[in-house]
């Protein structure tokens, strides 16, 4: 099921309003782009980086979860904030990120029998920012 674009957009803009109000200064320089919402990471280094956050199937489906570097490439393991970046995907064959909320959780063979209808009412895009930035080193 796909949802209509101008909902889509609409859906995606009240949620990063809320994501906005209820994180604050954690939140500073969350977008929406499309159907993407991007915020700003650092890396291990201090260089920046980017959470992005593809909702093009949002809330029918979670968000697939990546970090990238600021021109849009996928930023390598080791680039990803400590605590953020599980492993290697053994189905995608990428860098990602093991939390509830995310597509790739629900892909992970250990989390086939879960299910994003679960939680997909009440974890919403400012519960799963809180999470990915407290991994990532945004308390």
Known sequence: MTTHPALLTQLLDDEVEVARSRLGDRATGIERVSSTIRVPLSA???????????GSNFDAAPFGVTVTEP???PAPLERWPAGLGASMHPVL????VCVRGCAEYYSHPS???E???TV???LRLAELLDHLLRRGGKP
Do not use: K
């Open 44 to 54: 291990p280094d201090g260089s920046p980086l980017l959470l992005v956050l593809d």
């Open 111 to 113: 989390h086939l029998q």
């Open 120 to 122: 997909r009412n009440t």
């Open 93 to 96: 064959n990428r860098p990602f």
């Open 115 to 117: 299910s994003w209808d």
């Open 71 to 73: 021109d849009g490439s």
